[in-house]
């Protein structure tokens, strides 16, 4: 996984808009390099703040989690300006 992360971060937010990139699904890469994948549901709101991102190389996003009902749900995601 955390192969996963390197390459995440070395690619284009144009990229990962489309094929193989977009039909795979995305996942949280964390400063670290380690990656914890998404649910599928939540691809369409990744691709919102992505398309809205302000960097086209190795752009970083901020979801915020919360715990219901034993599992993580995604609650938001935008551009992580601050990181």
Same mark, same amino acid.
């Not at 995604?74 to 601050?82: C, D, F, K, P, Q």
């Given at each position: 996984?955390?192969?996963?992360?390197?390459?995440?971060?070395?690619?284009? /937010?144009?990229?990962?808009?489309?094929?193989?990139?977009?039909?795979?699904?995305?996942?949280?890469?964390?400063?670290?390099?380690?990656?914890?994948?998404?649910?599928p549901?939540v /691809?369409?709101?990744?691709?919102?703040?992505?398309?809205?991102?302000?960097t086209?190389?190795?752009?970083?996003?901020?979801?915020?989690r919360?715990?219901?009902?034993?599992?993580?749900e /995604?609650?938001?995601?935008?551009?992580?300006?601050?990181r």
């Open positions: 996984m955390e192969r996963l992360g390197k390459a995440a971060t070395e690619h284009t /937010t144009s990229c990962v808009l489309i094929g193989h990139c977009l039909e795979s699904g995305y996942g949280l890469v964390g400063k670290d390099g380690n990656t914890t994948l998404l649910y549901k /691809t369409p709101h990744v691709v919102r703040a992505l398309k809205q991102a302000s086209e190389k190795g752009a970083w996003l901020r979801v915020e919360m715990e219901k009902d034993g599992k993580m /995604t609650v938001s995601i935008r551009e992580a300006v601050n």
